[in-house]
């Protein structure tokens, strides 16, 4: 690794906190009505950044092309989000506003994202609410009408809003209602079935994009006048995860060569409320929403292997051992606090299940307590997923949970109006490692990928094209020619290489490498032995895979391979990060530096930074750069949900 002494401007406007954006906005240039049409945008994912960016972008006059991997848009990712989307409304009164949003994010993010992002977050948060009512999302209300809310991870007060458990589902739906108008409009233009493969640069400024057509193979070049990327996070680096199949990093992974740098890479989020892996067979895993831990209490037995089944354990013999741990915050405790706690507990011998590595959680005394009926209106959806996957019915008997993989803080390194270190690429979402520091607190994704797209894109979007020369570019130009025969030329090398060994027993075998050394808990022993261990399996794909068919028809085969080679690469530098970051801060935990109760243990004197790399080519150290970070509003402390 290679220090960069110039540090990263992040563009954070000056001024007290909460008058920041505010101000910012006024200052921003605008482009008007007239020359918008002449613009035309490429967004590249159709989750709810990517959605929410093209509908937004679309209505202001903009063209927009809008490219996703799916059939439909509308299953992109977000899709799967169950639990709900957080907003400072405090429609329950119970304490709420925008600067505890600010507060508790900042907090949950273990004191290690920007300061004015998150301010600028909790800010925008009510206003989704009020425009995704306005779009027709079906949140869920109590009987008086007014939206209803529930409680998520690392907060005493209730501002999660929600649609039963498929909260994701209809704010997409939103999303893309809003995105179809302006197709109707002839503003955006939708291309499904298509990979971004490559990012074209001209005169160092973002203008196009590869493609491959995921149907006929068919490859495809587009200019534009700014990309936007919201193309999602990499978790699937471990194989393993609550993840949809086809997440993946890709259009990040080749933006960062072609210069975008990677930020905090090692953050990543283990959600401890996943049912748990059944065997060697499995391809991912099902997530139980946090929102379960409103009313499900977390338990294992008090003695180890204890051979009875749950139900005839009586409390006495039960340990809560959130609440014990963490009174104040009880099972509510953030999901970094959460899955370390369960791993303390089965890593002692007090795991329950067949393998010893789960944990109950527990709807017995919710149903004494409200009735069965009320706990299936709040969750059936979520039970019936369980029964179905399991065979266990969880209005009968407790759930069985265990942590699993399900979203990275990290991604590409964007500034205060999310502008990746390229100009004209612009990152919103999971793709981008902005807001949630080392730690995401739950249902805070939704509210960052839809601020990103409807609230903060649509005003700094117009500063670059307003005051940046963009001559006309087309796919004629040099610069296209060359990124097209880059992404041709890596397929074909993936083809011909017809070894022995599939794609998939290759992406397990990092995966395991990956959540073995550098999942959960990591030290500096186990990270250099995953280093070593990606680079060799890098060797062996490149040496070894066998990709069956062509590369000019429809392929799925392929379509993996070409991720799992870029998994192979990035993979490396998630270790690499994890390996400079020599303090423990939310989700990444460094085993040699916890306090004596086991809770992480931060360095803020000598990590008080954002890591962002930058490429310098395969098998070559990254350069880091340090983006000091500033706390000004909240002062710097130890996280405490005692
Ligand atoms: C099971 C589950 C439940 C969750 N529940 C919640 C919740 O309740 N609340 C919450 O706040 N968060 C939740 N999250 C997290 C949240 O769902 C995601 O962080 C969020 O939806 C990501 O949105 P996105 O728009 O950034 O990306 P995504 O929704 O992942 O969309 C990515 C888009 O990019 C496209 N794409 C990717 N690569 C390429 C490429 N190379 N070329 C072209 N297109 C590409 C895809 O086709 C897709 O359209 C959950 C996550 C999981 C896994």
Avoid at 449 to 467: E, K, R, S
Wanted: hydrophobic share 35%; proline share 4%; charged share 25%.
């Amino acid at each position: 690794m290679i220090q960069a002494t110039g540090e990263l401007d992040s563009g954070i406007p000056s001024g007290p906190v909460a008058d920041k954006w505010d101000r910012y906005r006024f200052d921003l240039k605008l482009v008007n009505p007239a020359n918008k049409r002449k613009y035309t945008i490429i967004v590249v994912g159709t989750g709810l950044a990517g959605a929410s960016a093209a509908a937004s972008l679309g209505e202001l006059g903009y063209n927009v092309l809008s490219f996703c991997l799916q059939d439909s848009p509308r299953r992109a990712h977000s899709i799967a989000a169950q639990g709900g989307i957080n907003a400072a409304k405090n429609y329950p009164n119970d304490g709420d506003s925008v600067w505890r949003l600010f507060y508790d994010t900042v907090k949950g993010g273990d004191f290690r994202s920007r300061e004015a992002n998150v301010y600028r977050l909790a800010q925008i948060s009510n206003l989704i609410i009020d425009h995704c009512v306005a779009l027709g999302v079906p949140f869920a209300r109590e009987y008086g009408g007014t939206l209803a809310n529930r409680s998520f991870g690392g907060a005493q007060v209730s501002r999660t809003f929600y649609a039963r458990g498929q909260t994701g589902q209809q704010l997409l739906l939103g999303a893309y209602g809003a995105m179809l108008r302006q197709v109707a409009a002839g503003k955006v233009k939708l291309m499904p079935r298509r990979e971004m493969l490559d990012l074209v640069i001209v005169d160092g400024v973002a203008r196009g994009i590869v493609t491959r057509d995921l149907v006929t193979g068919k490859y495809e070049q587009f200019a534009g006048d700014a990309v936007v990327l919201c193309t999602g996070g990499y978790g699937n680096v471990f194989y393993l995860s609550t993840n949809a199949k086809n997440c993946n990093v890709t259009a990040s992974w080749r933006c960062h060569k072609r210069g975008a740098y990677f930020a905090n890479p090692c953050y990543t989020q283990i959600h401890p409320t996943c049912i748990p892996a059944s065997g060697e067979h499995q391809s991912k895993l099902t997530l139980m929403s946090e929102s379960l831990r409103n009313d499900g209490r977390v338990w294992v037995p008090k003695q180890q292997h204890d051979p009875r089944a749950p139900r005839e354990i009586p409390d006495a013999d039960r340990d809560y051992f959130l609440e014990r741990r963490y009174p104040a915050f009880g099972n509510l405790v953030p999901r970094d606090v959460a899955s370390r706690a369960v791993k303390e507990r089965c890593d002692a011998g007090f795991g329950v299940g067949a393998t010893g590595y789960s944990v109950y959680l527990d709807f017995r005394e919710a149903i004494a307590r409200d009735g069965v009926e009320t706990i299936r209106a709040k969750y059936g959806n979520l039970f019936q997923m369980y029964d179905k996957i399991t065979a266990e019915d969880p209005y009968q008997t407790p759930m069985r949970i265990y942590p699993a993989v399900h979203y990275t803080m990290g991604g590409l390194w964007v500034d205060y109006d999310l502008e990746s270190t390229i100009p004209g690429l612009f990152v919103l979402g999971e793709a981008n490692f902005s807001d949630h520091g080392a730690n995401r607190l739950g249902a805070s994704a939704l509210m960052q990928g839809l601020a990103d797209g409807y609230f903060v894109i649509p005003y700094t979007m117009g500063q670059h094209l307003a005051t940046r020369k963009l001559p006309k570019v087309s796919t004629d130009h040099p610069a296209f020619a060359q990124a097209l025969a880059d992404a041709k030329g890596r397929i074909d090398k993936i083809v011909a290489i017809q070894g022995h060994r599939t794609v998939d027993s290759i992406h397990r075998d990092l995966g395991r490498a990956m959540w073995e050394r550098c999942g959960m808990s990591r030290d500096e022993a186990g990270l250099t032995a995953t280093i070593a261990r990606v680079r060799e399996l890098r060797d062996e794909f490149w040496r070894d895979v066998k990709v069956p068919g062509t590369g000019e028809s429809f392929n799925q085969n392929l379509e993996h391979a070409g991720r799992v080679a870029d998994f192979l690469e990035f993979a490396e530098l998630l270790a690499t990060d994890a390996l400079n970051r020599k303090e423990s801060c939310g989700g990444h935990f460094r085993e040699e530096y916890q306090t004596p109760d086991g809770e992480a243990q931060r360095d803020d004197e000598k990590f008080c930074y954002v890591g962002a790399w930058e490429f310098q080519g395969v098998d070559k150290p990254e350069v880091l750069h340090k983006e000091p970070l500033t706390f000004e509003a909240i002062p710097l402390a130890q996280r405490s949900y005692k």
